[in-house]
């Protein structure tokens, strides 16, 4: 079953994002903002992430990555935290619908507080974050260990980014909304 749910979820997260890509050009829609951190770093961040969890669907499609022996009961905890991180980040993008940007928007948008977001400011990374730590566990390997390494400081550093310019655009209704909902969980 975990083997399923890494090659599932993650051909399940490219296919989700290649749709909502081509969904927002079929319309006309930007998907691009300003960087919130420099370049390398963001480079840095998505492609780990990315490789980070190819690794753990390589490791569930049978090409064996790892470099230490995986007990069982871990591999499945790590499948649950892939898996619900992906529901967690499918969410996410679920309500913020056609705000969803990679980056910080230019336009003028609106402050996101229902849904997934009334319980987390940041559900999307925080989705992000346990796809990595289930990737990074059930891959038993130190490459991918490094490059969910990468991929968690680099989108934290965007967090902090993107909070200094949410308080700047949103004010007191950022303020209010911080104070009642934590930043991850």
Not at 108 to 118: C, D, F, H, N, S
């Amino acid at each position: 079953m975990e083997r399923i749910v890494f090659v599932g979820v993650f051909v399940g997260f490219l296919a989700m994002n290649f749709r909502q890509e081509a969904g927002f050009r079929r319309r006309g829609l930007e998907t691009d903002g300003a960087r919130p951190v420099g370049p390398l770093l963001f480079k840095a961040g998505k492609l780990s992430l990315l490789f980070c969890w190819l690794g753990a669907a390589l490791q569930g499609a049978g090409v064996d990555v790892r470099m230490v022996a995986v007990p069982r009961a871990l591999e499945t905890a790590a499948a649950g935290f892939f898996l619900i991180g992906f529901t967690v980040l499918a969410a996410a993008y679920r309500d913020l619908g056609d705000a969803n940007k990679t980056g910080l928007p230019a336009e003028k948008t609106m402050l996101r507080t229902g849904g997934i977001y009334a319980y987390s400011r940041n559900p999307l990374y925080l989705g992000l974050y346990f796809m990595t730590l289930g990737a990074v566990l059930y891959a038993g390997c130190a490459v991918v260990l490094a490059l969910g390494c990468v991929a968690v400081f680099s989108h934290h550093r965007s967090v902090l980014a993107e909070e200094k310019f949410l308080a700047e655009r949103f004010g007191a209704e950022y303020d209010d909304y911080r104070r009642r909902v934590r930043r991850y969980i």
